[in-house]
T-cell receptor
Framework: ETGVTQTPRHLVMGMTNKKSLKCEQHLGHNAMYWYKQSAKKPLELMFVYSLEERVENNSVPSRFSPECPNSSHLFLHLHTLQPEDSALYLC??????????????FGPGTRLTVL | AQSVTQLGSHVSVSEGALVLLRCNYSSSVPPYLFWYVQYPNQGLQLLLKYTTGATLVKGINGFEAEFKKSETSFHLTKPSAHMSDAAEYFC???????????FGKGTHLIIQP
């Protein structure tokens, strides 16, 4: 148990559906991240939020829309996805400040299948 | 730009043998280096990290890694493999601040009885 929870753990959706992934961290951290892990590619950073402001968006298609309403919660809203978007979506958090190099702590992931 | 290369997508060792997982990085600034482990159907768990100071870093479960700047390497070792070490291992680098991690492709560690 890392202190980062993700729901749902598994999600199957059609290409026309709209769904949301939720992440919650109980560590008091001030930065949160979304990563995508697919079978044939390395872990890819999608979005970074620091102090609830989006600081990085790694050329992610607009069918993925993140939301960070407060420092403990992070959402990934999904719409009109493609089958190639099927992957494990991992959320992470870290405490950023004067000490550089702080580790990120990961949730268990949401296994997404797009039909 | 940063990148991480993990040599060997699969490594197989016998139970009780030395584990050596290789990681080389490239970074334009002093890097912060991490090793994570992923068990099936789970997220990533931090094994150890290097930020500054001592170049030999000890982590959980008996693992350690040595930062060698001249070789741009951060190899992970464990003196004696255990069956429970079978998992996927990821090396990662970041620049610092609220910066995402850049991961290697991962090494699948297989432990032979």
């Amino acid at each position: 148990e890392t202190g980062v929870t993700q729901t749902p753990r598994h999600l199957v959706m059609g290409m026309t559906n709209k769904k949301s992934l939720k992440c919650e961290q109980h560590l008091g951290h001030n930065a949160m991240y979304w990563y995508k892990q697919s079978a044939k590619k390395p872990l890819e950073l999608m979005f970074v939020y620091s102090l609830e402001e989006r600081v990085e968006n790694n050329s992610v298609p607009s069918r993925f829309s993140p939301e960070c309403p407060n420092s403990s919660h992070l959402f990934l809203h999904l719409h009109t996805l493609q089958p190639e978007d099927s992957a494990l979506y991992l959320c992470a958090s870290s405490q950023e400040g004067t000490l550089a190099g702080e580790a990120q702590f990961f949730g268990p992931g949401t296994r997404l299948t797009v039909l | 730009a940063q990148s991480v290369t993990q040599l060997g997508s699969h490594v197989s060792v016998s139970e009780g043998a030395l584990v050596l997982l290789r990681c080389n990085y490239s970074s334009s600034v002093p890097p912060y280096l991490f090793w994570y482990v992923q068990y099936p159907n789970q997220g990533l768990q931090l094994l150890l990290k290097y930020t500054t100071g001592a170049t030999l870093v000890k982590g959980i479960n008996g693992f350690e890694a040595e930062f060698k700047k001249s070789e741009t390497s951060f190899h992970l070792t464990k003196p004696s493999a255990h069956m429970s070490d079978a998992a996927e291992y990821f090396c990662a680098v970041r620049r610092g601040g609220a910066d995402g991690l850049t991961f290697g492709k991962g090494t699948h560690l297989i432990i032979q009885p």
